[in-house]
């Protein structure tokens, strides 16, 4: 008998915030701490909102390239990802609603694998159908300009 696989699956965390800056967040058996800068009167303890935000799509990247590289039979290697965004501060300053706050981000993926460059750009089209996080991103309006090489 064949085994289903969960199609839709509950993800949870717990934050616990003290003041106005910093969470401290867990799930499974993991924490982390949510923060800002002492320039924002937080205590720089850990990544902002908007940090984490973007640290999660070089994850998901990573981690989603893999498994599009596998199902390729492509040999990715690892991978260094930068990400910079630009980002309409008016919403955070509470100067007026923004729309899209994450308006373009610019995603570089280099590989150390022996992956091929036409191999790369089709592990990045896979990657774009199956990311949540660009999916999340994107659904939302932001523009993410990719940019997947070869480590020179």
């Known amino acids: 008998m064949a085994i289903k696989m969960k199609t839709s ?3 949870s965390i717990v934050a616990v ?9 867990r799930t499974r058996d993991l924490a982390a701490i949510i923060d800002e800068p ?6 720089n303890l850990g990544f902002t909102p908007t940090d984490t935000a973007l640290s999660a799509l070089a994850g998901c990247t990573n981690t989603i390239g893999h498994k599009c590289a596998v199902k390729l039979g492509v040999d990715i290697g690892n991978l260094n990802i930068s990400a910079k965004c630009q980002f309409n501060r008016l919403g955070v ?12 981000i610019e995603l570089v993926v280099i590989s150390d694998g022996t992956a091929t460059h036409d191999e790369l750009q089709q592990v990045a089209a896979e990657v774009a159908k199956y990311c949540p996080l660009a999916k999340l991103f994107r659904g939302a309006g932001t523009v993410i300009n990719e940019d997947w090489r070869k480590a020179d």
């Open 9 to 11: 699956v509950t993800l």
């Open 17 to 25: 915030c003290h003041g106005h800056s910093i969470a401290h967040v």
């Open 38 to 43: 002492v320039e924002r009167h937080g205590t």
């Open 93 to 104: 300053t509470l100067a007026e609603e923004i729309d899209v706050p994450f308006e373009q």
